[in-house]
């Protein structure tokens, strides 16, 4: 069995390329390489380069390498972007969606996975977030991963296809170096960044209703993100016809920004003292993530906590970014 990872030279997806060639699956990438990489995958899996947009070249491609399941993990990610494109983000992640899922369901795919975000969720008011968590997206962003999601699920349905949606929490950290992070679009990178140009790292608001009045999130180690695949694959493939589920990955337990700061402070050794700024727009006080029902449908579990995260993100930060 030949799995097609679309996406899989980015942060995320290759990190889910090597833990599947580590399980012993072939794979084939799928990458326009705009925000990916090559250098990130591992010897001997074949990259395509094109887009998701491409019907055709996705045709030859499940043809050519026999592929009976995909990952598709390729999107554009960023929340404040996508309020200023959403036509592009529109295009890019639901109609790139669409193609993908329509070349799968014509070349006979019956096993398709879906990254999604908890972003769908939009300002939660509970304290654990379950999949039954009503979906109020915020932004084009979440709009988007919600609606494909409503794709994969119908596309599965009629098309006989079995079909996992992963709805991540906040993704951090890395499992080597040369895999980290390459952006400064979240809250780990962004601190980084800061202390590096010899500034405070900002904390976007300290009134929030929470015990330390920072925001609340749910961090969850890249590596473990990629495992939660693994585990998705591994029932995909027992069971195509009798999968379709969507599930939280995230480690069921909160952390606030000022908590993730103390931690910053004490793997990097600087001083990661916030300067707190006027709240950010949009940012709800809380998201976690209930896991219980991906502990109960695939067996799967993080294993690595917030200091993990921070020291493996801080070793590829300093990697891109040799102490000055
Ligand atoms: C985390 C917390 C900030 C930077 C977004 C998307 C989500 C997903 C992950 C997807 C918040 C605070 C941040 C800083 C700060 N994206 N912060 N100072 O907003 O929870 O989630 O990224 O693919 O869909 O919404 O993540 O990392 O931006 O922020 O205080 O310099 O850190 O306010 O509370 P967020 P984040």
């Known amino acids: 069995m030949t799995w097609l990872v679309t996406g899989g030279a980015g942060y995320i997806g290759a990190h889910v390329v090597r833990a599947m060639v580590e399980a012993g699956h072939g794979v084939v990438v799928l990458d326009d390489l705009s925000t990916g990489d090559q250098a990130r995958l591992p010897q001997g899996v074949p990259l395509v380069q094109g887009s998701t947009l491409d019907q055709p070249l996705l045709a030859s491609v499940l043809r050519e390498h026999a592929v009976t399941g995909v990952l598709h993990i390729a999107a554009k990610k960023q929340v404040g972007e996508s309020v200023e494109k959403p036509l592009w983000y529109y295009r890019e992640n639901v109609e ?93 990178p962004m601190v980084f960044e800061r202390l590096d140009a010899g500034e405070a790292p900002r904390v976007f608001g300290a009134d929030y209703p929470t015990p330390d009045g920072t925001c609340i999130r749910d961090y969850i180690h890249v590596a473990d993100v990629a495992e939660a695949h693994v585990a998705a694959v591994r029932r995909l493939t027992d069971d195509p016809d009798g999968t379709d589920l969507i599930l939280n990955i995230g480690r069921g337990e909160g952390v606030s920004v000022q908590q993730m700061l103390d931690v910053i402070g004490e793997v990097t050794g600087l001083d990661a003292t916030g300067e707190v700024t006027p709240r950010r727009a949009g940012d709800p006080a809380r998201v976690v993530a209930s896991a219980e029902l991906i502990a109960q449908e695939l067996g799967w579990k993080a294993r690595f906590d917030v200091r993990e995260m921070i020291a493996s993100a801080w070793a590829g930060w300093r990697l891109r970014h040799p102490a000055p």
């Open 96 to 188: 790139g969606l669409r193609v993908v899922l329509e070349a799968a369901a014509e070349a006979g795919v019956r096993r398709f996975l879906l990254s999604s975000s908890a972003a769908v969720y939009g300002m939660p008011d509970v304290d654990l977030v379950t999949e039954e968590t009503p979906c109020r997206p915020m932004s084009p962003y979440g709009e988007t991963k919600l609606v494909g999601e409503w794709l994969v699920r119908a596309t599965g349905r009629a098309h006989g296809m079995g079909t996992v949606s992963l709805r991540y929490f906040n993704v951090a950290g890395a499992a080597t170096p040369e895999l980290g992070d390459p952006g400064v679009f979240n809250l780990v």
